[in-house]
């Protein structure tokens, strides 16, 4: 079971990593997977940080 400081931490990493890929292709060659990934990872951490209540509870 991964606990809330993990999720953060995954979702953060992917949230990285569709970022660089956005930004280190070309306009041309986009793809919506790395978008669709952008979005997903910044509703994920969104939706962690929402829920202090576990966040604190672990600390």
């Not at 829920?51 to 509870?57: G, H, K, N, P, V």
């Amino acid at each position: 079971m991964l606990t809330s400081m993990d999720r953060l931490t995954i979702y953060a990493v992917l949230c990285f990593i569709s970022f660089c890929t956005i930004m280190l292709t070309s306009s041309n060659d986009m793809g919506i997977f790395a978008i669709g990934g952008l979005f997903s990872a910044a509703l994920g951490l969104w939706f962690e940080l929402t829920s202090d209540a576990e966040l604190e509870e672990e600390n």
